[in-house]
């Protein structure tokens, strides 16, 4: 299976920071890369997909980046509603795998 | 548009059965691939199980393989997995979610609001 390495697993940033985010997979997986946001009991939302393309309707200020092992997640000025766990996922291969998610906080 | 609605859950006792299901609409259910994909409580996302468009084929999780059966009935825009032998580790919130394209196998785009199962005696 494919590991992926999610960093850091949780975060605190003040409103208007720029949040970085990164997630490392154990072998290539071309940009077969997605970011998901979950809010506390709710269900995961597709954010970016295909490691750098923005969903339908979500906000310019998510951006991703990457491609083979090393990708990014970026939110260029954070928002109070972007108070949530975000997961990179891997989907070149089955099972699909899912990075440790990383727990995102106001200062 | 889509809506996803899974059903099911509940508390069984270790060794039990439990079947789940997921009720679609608001796209051609028979033309896209499902996912299960579950969350432990304070946990991660674990994918579980997938089944492609006409059934043809079903993947899944080490940790469900021989326990777990992925079906579908198009004709009733409905998906299920089929829970045999639990554990206390199969606790967790399912979801379903509905596969990106069209006749593949990619990973979900929208997702269900989850089921609770509990395994505990």
């Known amino acids: 299976d494919i590991q992926m390495t999610q960093s850091p697993s949780s975060l605190s940033a003040s409103v208007g920071d720029r949040v970085t985010i990164t997630c490392q997979a154990s072998q290539d997986i071309s940009n077969y890369l997605n970011w998901y946001q979950q809010k506390p009991g709710k269900a995961p939302k597709l954010l970016i997909y295909?490691?750098?393309n923005l969903e339908t309707g979500v906000p310019s200020r998510f951006s991703g980046s990457g491609s083979g092992t090393d990708f990014t997640f970026t939110i260029s000025s954070l928002q109070p509603e972007d108070i949530a766990t975000y997961y990179c996922q891997q989907y070149d291969n089955l099972p699909q795998t899912f990075g440790q998610g990383t727990k995102l906080e106001i200062k | 548009q889509v809506q996803l609605v899974e059903s099911g859950g509940g508390v069984v006792q270790p060794g039990g059965s439990l079947r789940l299901s997921c009720a679609a609409s608001?796209?051609?259910?028979?033309?896209?691939?499902m996912h299960w994909v579950r969350q432990a409580p304070g946990k991660g996302l674990e994918w579980v199980a997938f089944i492609r468009y006409d059934g043809s084929n079903k993947y899944y999780a080490d940790s469900v393989k021989g326990r777990f059966t992925i079906s579908r009935d198009n004709s009733k825009n409905t998906l299920y997995l089929q829970m045999n032998s639990l554990r206390a580790e199969d606790t967790a919130v399912y979801y379903c979610a509905k596969d990106r394209v069209p006749v593949a196998a990619t990973y979900g785009d929208y997702w269900g609001q989850g089921t609770l199962v509990t395994v505990s005696s």
């Open positions: 608001g796209f051609t259910f028979s033309s896209y691939g």
């Open positions: 295909d490691a750098s």
